[in-house]
């Protein structure tokens, strides 16, 4: 469905991306891990065409796919019109406007009125929440509403592909298991393909069927959850759960998949 062809992003002098290449299939909820600054968000963004007003063209290299279509040189509202949408990271959502307002932003790349107000039930079906609340000023809400929020306008648009970036930023235990619960439904019930970018690596691992992993603006590894899961560089550096944490075994690690 989404193929990403080694592409290259830079800001300024920095390259952020060194010619990353991976493929989304239809169907799946796919992890993109790896820690702060390892280029996840970028991904994102340079998949959305939202780092285009930099000086250069982004991505500078490769090519990205989706449908079977080229996209890396389309306009963010193109893309969104064929059928991707994006939760950006920290939400954004239009704290003046009510939430229904909020919703209603979502469907801005639409003229089927009719059936805007079935979809506005949608959402609401999958957050209740936002219905008891839908007058209210989306500043009012809370983090995890907020959140709720921002995936119901996304859903506004459509979307065969929804990419998150880190949706339970911010969230209680509690609250992140039910934000992950709502994507593994819009995935199954609705059939739509998600990717997320996750710091909250044992979460992503237990939703996802696909992962991969980023260091450094690279993908370092492409997995099966379980086998991330039971991997134990991973089990020490990503879910916090090793015996012992050391320097030196942090430097094995890197040494290792550096070499991958
Ligand atoms: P995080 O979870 O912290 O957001 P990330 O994996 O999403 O991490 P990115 O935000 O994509 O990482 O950042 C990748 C690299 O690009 C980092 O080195 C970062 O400092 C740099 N970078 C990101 N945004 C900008 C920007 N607007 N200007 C300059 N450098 C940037």
């Known amino acids: 469905m989404l193929k990403i062809n080694n592409i290259e992003t830079w800001y300024d002098l920095i390259r952020a991306l060194h010619g990353i290449s991976f493929e989304v299939k239809q169907g799946d909820i796919v992890a993109l891990l790896g820690s702060n600054g390892a280029g996840k968000s970028t991904t994102l963004k340079t998949i959305m065409r939202l780092l285009y007003d ?35 990271e920290g939400r954004e959502v239009f704290p003046e406007l009510s939430v229904l307002e909020n919703i209603m932003m979502g469907a801005y790349t639409r003229r089927d009125r009719k059936k805007i107000k079935d979809d506005i039930d949608h959402v609401f079906d999958h957050f209740p ?34 990419m998150l970036d880190e949706p339970s930023l911010g969230l209680s235990p509690l609250l992140t298991r039910d934000i992950f619960t709502i994507i593994r439904d819009i995935n199954q019930k609705d059939g739509v393909t998600i990717l ?11 939703y996802a069927n696909f992962a991969f992993l980023m260091e450094n603006g690279r993908i370092v590894r492409a997995e ?3 086998i991330l899961r039971e991997d134990e560089d991973v089990k020490e550096f990503y879910l916090g759960i090793a015996k012992e944490t050391s320097v030196k075994g942090y430097q094995r690690y890197r040494r290792k998949v550096r070499f991958r």
């Open 196 to 206: 997320l970018v996750e710091q909250n690596v044992n979460m992503a691992l237990k």
């Open 224 to 226: 099966k959850p379980e």
């Open 129 to 162: 929440i936002l219905k008891a609340r839908k007058d209210q000023e989306a500043g009012h809400l809370s983090g995890g509403e907020q959140q709720m929020l921002a995936i119901g306008r996304a859903l506004m648009s459509r979307p065969k592909l929804l």
């Open 54 to 88: 930099l000086k250069e063209e982004q991505p500078e290299k490769g090519t990205i796919e989706f449908m079977g279509e080229r996209i890396d040189r389309k306009n963010t509202d193109e893309i969104v019109r064929m059928g991707i949408s994006y939760v950006p």
